[in-house]
């Protein structure tokens, strides 16, 4: 079992539509909780970040981290063609950032105009 | 304000050869972290360094190697490379050694072993 579970998707919605894009995950020394988008052939660009369990609202974006469950989930209202991106989920623990980032495999996201 | 710069942008190489990737911090970040992006795939992590210092590594094999430099500049060394090393090197740096939270990632040298 890997650490971090993503769907790969592709996930394709219309526009205006509600996103919903979630991880699993099994290391429960994980603390903090990352949403990265990705763009074909660029890095990735932090969207959202969540310390341990509760919610964050940033514009259109939300981020839910729910601990108990081992689950986190990033909401995209409104969706735009421009969000048609990969969307990564990350986390790491507390330990000073020695073991780096764990990514999700990233879910393709296709909003159809 | 310059990014995270990587170099080069791409990169064909031979099976068994060696390859140097770079990366330049943004100005006043200390920290470099490098990242392995296999298609399909989520980056995985494989060193990171700070005030020049190792500070973590992933799991990867020794022929992955890495250094800092003073200017807080990185290299990324791969030995005998193998057709499974093709991917996307990605270099983050942050300001600290921090929790993900504060990394910005370059764009990363898509590396083609053939």
């Known amino acids: 079992q890997k650490e971090v579970e993503q769907d790969p998707g592709p996930l394709s919605v219309p526009e205006g539509a509600i996103v919903s894009l979630n991880c699993t995950y099994s290391?429960?020394?994980?603390?903090?909780f990352m949403w990265y988008r990705q763009y074909s052939r660029k890095g990735p660009e932090l969207l959202m970040y969540t310390y341990s369990s509760g919610n964050k609202e940033d514009g259109r974006f939300t981020a839910q981290v729910d601990k108990s469950s081992k689950y986190i989930s990033l909401f995209i209202r409104d969706s735009q063609p421009s969000d048609s991106a990969t969307y990564l989920c990350a986390m790491s623990g507390s330990g000073g950032g020695a073991d780096g980032l764990t990514f999700g495999k990233g879910t393709h996201l296709i909003i159809q105009p | 304000d310059a990014g995270v710069t990587q170099s080069p942008t791409h990169l064909i190489k031979t099976r068994g050869q060696h390859v140097t990737l770079r990366c330049s911090p943004i100005?006043?970040?200390?920290?470099v972290s490098w990242y392995q992006q296999v298609l399909g795939q989520g980056p995985q992590f494989i060193f990171q360094y700070y005030e020049k210092e190792e500070r973590g590594r992933g799991n990867f094999p020794d022929r992955f190697s890495a250094r800092q430099f003073p200017n807080y500049s990185s290299e990324l060394n791969v030995n005998a490379l193998l057709l499974g090393d093709s991917a996307l090197y990605l270099c983050?740096?942050?300001?600290?050694?921090?929790?993900?939270?504060?990394?910005?990632f370059g764009s990363g040298t898509r590396l083609t072993v053939v």
């Open positions: 290391n429960s020394a994980f603390q903090y």
């Open positions: 983050a740096s942050s300001l600290v050694l921090g929790q993900g939270y504060g990394y910005t």
């Open positions: 100005s006043g970040h200390k920290s």
